[in-house]
Nanobody, 127 residues
Framework: VQLQASGGGLVQAGGSLRLSCAAS????????IGWFCQAPGKEREFVAAISRSGGYSTYYATSVKGRFTISRDNVKNTGYLQMNSLKPEDTAVYYC????????????????????WGQGTLVTVSS
């Protein structure tokens, strides 16, 4: 599967952005989708993930819980990350990734091996 992330930009603190992750191929619904971020000078971090099906289990990093919402549309082969109440510390390059997995257990999602990555999209939150 090939992934392409988009939707980043410059936003003021408190604002919102929606990132999209468009996938090629007809097997999108066999992959869990994850979002990761990498701030300047820092390692890449897990943000959120969603299972491939089964009611779409989700898992969020503590730092974004209640502010970000991950979703997917398997008909459109697209994943989304709705980012609300953005903070300057959310500034980073955001990447979407896919892991071939049947798991529907939310706690497993951040532990999967995400083998497929899209290019990043930059999110800048000004104070």
């Amino acid at each position: 599967v090939q992934l392409q992330a988009s939707g980043g930009g410059l936003v003021q603190a408190g604002g919102s952005l929606r990132l999209s992750c468009a996938a090629s191929g007809r097997t999108f619904n066999t992959y869990a989708i994850g979002w990761f971020c990498q701030a300047p000078g820092k390692e890449r971090e897990f943000v959120a993930a969603i299972s491939r099906s089964g009611g779409y289990s989700t898992y969020y990093a503590t730092s974004v819980k209640g502010r970000f919402t991950i979703s997917r549309d398997n008909v459109k082969n697209t994943g989304y990350l709705q980012m609300n109440s953005l903070k300057p510390e959310d500034t980073a390059v955001y990447y979407c990734a896919a892991a071939y997995s049947r798991t529907v257990v939310a706690d497993n999602l951040p532990l999967l091996t995400y083998n497929y990555w899209g290019q990043g999209t930059l999110v800048t939150v000004s104070s």
